[in-house]
């Protein structure tokens, strides 16, 4: 993929390219052969131009009146995110989300695996979640030396991320995926993704105040609310 490509690509394309493939995937699953970007437009509720301008960054052409071949553009998806390949990355911090997140299946349709977990306290090192070794902390660099792993799932409490961090730079990890709420200082060429939960649990509170504000509850259905309440 030439630079002028990938700058293409911005990052709402990129976030959408997943949902394509989901539908696409579904798609092949029933038989389906080809698929037009009018289609997937109208099943994902999307404007039409917009698919048509995401697809086409990925380096793949469709043919008029004809689509796209539905395998093929899979392919294409897959190869231009790097999901055409599995990619091994370690987590620390097997807290509450840090276990949800070993034990998420979607990962692997992805083609990322998570080969390790660790952890700080030393009652979790040992153990197995969902199938994955938890380790102690003492152990990172020589994992990530000898598997030569380069992405690190982050889900540790807020006041030990940078310090992780830090041990994780000193361990040759070059990506990060941060679902902590911390600014991560790291040096050019580290790759840092971060995860907003606050962020997007603001923006959702929001748009359900939006909603109710802009269609209250009419008064007689409030009242009928408040008759079934007696009975």
């Not at 299946?105 to 992805?110: K, L, N, P, Q």
């Not at 969902?130 to 994992?143: D, T």
């Amino acid at each position: 993929m030439s630079d002028s490509l990938g700058k293409v690509a911005k990052l709402p394309t990129i976030r959408r390219l997943p949902v394509y493939l989901h539908l696409l995937r579904g798609l092949q699953g029933g038989g389906t052969e080809r698929v037009s970007s009018t289609y997937i437009a109208e099943q994902l509720k999307l404007d039409a131009v917009q698919v048509r301008k995401d697809l086409s960054s990925t380096g793949i052409v469709g043919k008029p009146r004809v689509g796209f071949e539905v395998t093929g553009l899979i392919d294409a998806i897959e190869s231009f995110l790097g999901w055409n390949n599995t990619t091994e990355a370690i987590l620390i911090g097997v807290g509450n989300l840090g276990s949800a997140l070993l034990g998420y299946a979607g990962f692997m349709r992805h083609n990322l695996s998570v080969v390790a977990a660790f952890d700080a306290d030393p009652q979790k090192a040992g153990t197995e979640i969902a199938g994955k070794p938890v380790f102690p902390m003492e152990k990172l660099a020589n994992l990530v030396h000898r598997l030569h792993i380069r992405i690190c799932i982050l889900t540790v409490p807020a006041q030990q991320a940078q310090g992780v961090v830090n041990l994780l730079l000193a361990a040759g990890i070059t990506a990060i995926w941060n679902f902590t709420p911390v600014a991560l200082h790291v040096p050019a060429g580290v790759i840092v993704q971060n995860e907003d939960l606050a962020g997007g649990l603001a923006v959702l509170s929001r748009r359900v105040r939006d909603a109710e504000t802009a269609h209250p509850p009419r008064a007689d259905e409030s009242a009928e609310g408040g008759d079934d309440a007696h009975h």
